[in-house]
């Protein structure tokens, strides 16, 4: 099967077909670059995706990915970008091993083919010029043919007429011999001109033309093999990326199967989990037997300390009523306590480690920073050349201060830690004061009862009637507490630490300085003491040594 033998006369339509193919591969090469176009979007969208559902910094949304369900879609997220990158791989490949490899042999293609096909027609010219030599040929041979036959004739003529002289029979006989020598010299040059082009002619169909429709055909075929091998290619960039792909399915699906509900739900229980316990059953009040009155101080002090200990759980001390209206104004405020006293027990605990946490951190950060300045400073006393020594000693004390600064913080945040832990298990029957009055933003002491009604989210949800009855309740008593005979001291403190007793209820006191204890810590952290007849207040247990007297159990001291 050749072309030059079997399409020896279809010159034209071989170049239509041979340009066809450049279009079917042109067209290929175009299909190829779309879809690498295609790839390229689909990655892009497919990162913008995962971007756009990734965890924000130092958000609400960044806590959530603690659940394990959120923790999946994350890894869901990730695997997403790795997918993404899967296909830009395809896209690259593409582009690299066909898109270039094709256009490259395109242009080869195109110029391979401009030269078979000139060389044909510059031989199709060429034997059209032959053609025509021998067209001319012949006809001159035919032409003087003619003349020597019609001058043979009219010699003749002459000849046999007797009239004619013999002058003119030998012009005329001479004129057929040179007409006849012309058809003989014509003839020659035909038969010379015919024979050049029958060769020609063989060489054109039998040599040249097969030659050149053979290289022709042999290029053709080379380009029907090259876009197969192409589309092949095709097929194989996307196989590579199969394994990859399927390691980005199954560790979804490994994501997907690590969810875990029963360690989300502990989740739950460990981020709302109040610490309190259930109130308990309200008791019955038997409101059939009249209500004994009279009109003495006494009993309408008790009258009013009944009821100061319906609403607040008991507490019987009139001082601590004003901290627990100044208290509710400030926790609706949203100010936070330093130790944290506004949240929940179990909540404030937690909040109380994660703080130790961070100071001993920032301890060690600083205890390597001072080894390293240390450090230097031996390598400045070895090789003096290198640096004074003493320009470190002013950093070094720096640093050591704030060592000191941080561990007595870290021990501040333990001791209101441990004060929290001892609490957890039981909750205490008696009226707790919140310890929120150290901190300088939450001025205010509430008791128990005010805890008892404290939602989880450690937020106050008394009716708006209820604290307009507790202030009027608080101003009404103002006078007498006022007039209410000093507590009788039971011991003395130490201060062991400088406390700036900024809110409402508290005293300021200074490192060493001696005082009277007249209340003991009650379980909320705060000791009651006095200065004088008109300075008393509170000051947290943890700031205080104290010293009971000898009826008293004993001394406590500071954690």
Known sequence: ???????????????????????????????????TEIELSYAKQLRNLAKKYQPKKNSKEEEEYRYTACKAFLSTLNEMNDYAGQHEVISENMTSNITVELARYVQELKQERKSYFHDGRKAQQHIEICWKQLESSKRRFERDCKEADRAQQYFEKMDADINVTKADVEKARQQAQVRHQMAEDSKADYSSILQK??????EYYHTHIPNIFQKIQEMEERRIVRIGESMKTYAEVDRQVIPIIGKCLDEIVKAAESIDQKNDSQLVIEAYKSGFEPPGDIEFEDYTQPMKRTVSDNSLSNSREGKSELKFGGKSKGKLWPFIKKNKLSLKLGATPEDFSNLPPEQRRKKLQQKVDELNKEIQKEMDQRDAITKMKDVYLKNPQMGDPASLDHKLAEVSQNIEKLRLEAQKFEAWLAEVEGRLPARSEQGRRQSGMFDAQNPATVNSCAQDRESPDGSYTEEQSQEGEVKVLATDFDDEFDEEEPLPAIGTCKALYTFEGQNEGTVSVVEGETLYVIEEDKGDGWTRIRRNEDEEGYVPTSYVEVYLDKNAKGAKTYI
Not at 197 to 202: A, L, S, T, V
């Open 197 to 202: 082009f029958n060769h020609e002619q063989h």
């Open 1 to 35: 099967m050749s072309w030059g033998t079997e399409l020896w006369d279809q010159f034209d339509n071989l170049e239509k077909h041979t340009q066809w193919g450049i279009d079917i591969l042109e067209k290929y090469i175009k299909f190829v670059k779309e879809r």
